[in-house]
């Protein structure tokens, strides 16, 4: 008998992103619609680097070579990228990780589930509302959400982000071991400041729990004062894995690179009782099921810490925040409530005349030709929200304000 795994039946039909690219494709059937300008995207329009494409190309050509091939690499990453990482990601900043505490893989997405392998099905998981699906969608695959009521699962808590707290999220009342943050936050593009990082690392050594945190957009803060790592408040290391990827920093959504960050210091206990380290306990799940990201993707990340490849990146990530700035600026004039759009691609823009997420969605496309995403497809507390994002063109950016200020005049 093919007997499948149950939890797959409490999982939403299809995931968000699916969903929307459906009714866009629908969108498009219809000869006589607006041209359609994409503000939904969660993808980077590229191109990557010269640099980057110049050391894959010298990858390829290692490949070719008898003296220069490279056959299986290690699992955790080439010692090349790890310690590079090591050096310019944290040490330069004044944070000790050590390359053996540094995985490298094939995308962020990956480990966010692939973490679940080594976590009991018994931990209390806890995620932003509104936050990226992925981190509900894992646990429930992996059977830690108990029952569906209404929109939520009964055993996970929800970490209400409004726009009263800055949509920072609120500490749990109870005791929660597996706490998912993301920080700046995709879809609201708030950024937790240090002493709201703090908060979260006390609340972690107290009540024993693990951060997930997740800073996939850190190359998009440009105030100082503002953490990258979760490593940068003190005692982290104690509470705390950090997953970071090249995908929104260097384009690298098609080439598909990331790292994790799992320090020694991470302890977990077994239902026994007995005290184990996580460290070892990733590396070994990742050699027996993960054979080492490409060597090609390998250098071509590596390339992104070259004075070129770190020019590109402030280069590249200017622009979309550029972008999503002016679109935060023309939700603010007309009087909504608006974040994001500083130190992120995305702009999370609450309408003010009491319309859902999804009649605002499908206005904004009807009226204006332009796609947003529905901002209650990220939580409950998203509802009214839509999320759009600096991932395009200036030109097209452009065009959609100004599509988009016209209707807005209008209302
Ligand atoms: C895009 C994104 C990821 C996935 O990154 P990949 O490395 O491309 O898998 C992870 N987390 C968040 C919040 C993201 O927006």
């Not at 997740?214 to 290391?237: T, V």
Request: net charge negative.
């Amino acid at each position: 008998m093919i007997l499948v795994n149950d939890n797959f039946k409490e999982l939403p039909a299809v995931y968000l992103f699916t969903q929307i690219s459906r009714i866009l494709a629908k969108y498009k059937e219809d000869k006589d619609a607006i041209p359609l300008i994409r503000m939904d995207i969660g993808d980077v329009p590229g191109p990557v680097a010269d640099c980057v494409a110049k050391a894959m190309h010298k990858a390829v050509d290692d490949l070719a070579k008898q003296d220069t091939f490279k056959g299986y690499g290690p699992e955790q990453g080439y010692a090349f990228l790890r310690d590079i990482i090591s050096q310019k990601d944290y040490k330069e900043r004044g944070i000790n990780i050590d390359p053996s505490e540094i995985f490298i893989n094939d995308g962020a997405k990956c480990d966010l589930g692939n973490l679940g392998d080594i976590l009991s099905k018994d931990c209390k998981v806890a995620v932003m509302d509104p936050s990226y699906p992925a981190y509900i969608d894992d646990n429930v695959i992996d059977g830690r959400e108990g029952k569906l009521e209404g929109n939520k699962y009964s055993r996970i808590t929800y970490l209400k982000c409004k726009a009263e707290n800055n949509f920072f999220p609120e500490l749990p009342e109870t005791n929660v071991d597996l706490i998912y943050i993301c920080s700046p936050n995709n879809p609201t593009g708030s950024v937790l400041p240090k002493a709201e990082l703090d908060k979260w690392v006390e609340y972690a050594k107290e009540n024993q729990s693990l951060i997930i945190f997740d800073s996939a957009y850190e190359a998009y803060i440009r105030n100082p004062e503002l953490p990258k790592s979760i490593y940068e408040i003190e005692g982290a290391k104690d509470v705390a894995i950090e997953i970071r990827s090249f995908s929104k920093t260097g384009g690298f959504t098609g080439i598909r690179c990331g790292y994790s960050v799992v320090p020694k210091e991470l302890m977990g206990v077994y239902s026994t009782g007995e005290k184990v380290a996580l460290n070892p306990i990733w590396s070994r799940r990742q050699t027996t099921k993960f054979n080492g990201a490409s060597y090609i993707s390998q250098r071509g990340a590596e390339a992104l810490y070259s004075e070129e490849g770190r020019k590109s990146v402030i280069e590249m990530t200017d622009k979309f925040i550029l972008n999503a700035s002016n679109l935060r600026k023309m939700f603010e004039n007309a009087g909504w409530k608006v974040t994001g759009g500083t130190d992120s691609p995305y702009v999370w823009a609450g309408n003010p005349y009491g319309m859902s997420s999804y009649e605002v969605f499908e206005k904004i496309l009807k009226e204006c030709g332009i796609s947003t995403t529905p901002g209650s497809g990220f939580g409950e507390e998203g509802e009214g929200y839509i999320r759009l994002s600096g991932f395009n063109t200036k030109e097209n950016t452009d065009k959609a304000i100004e599509r988009i200020e016209k209707w807005l005049t209008n209302h």
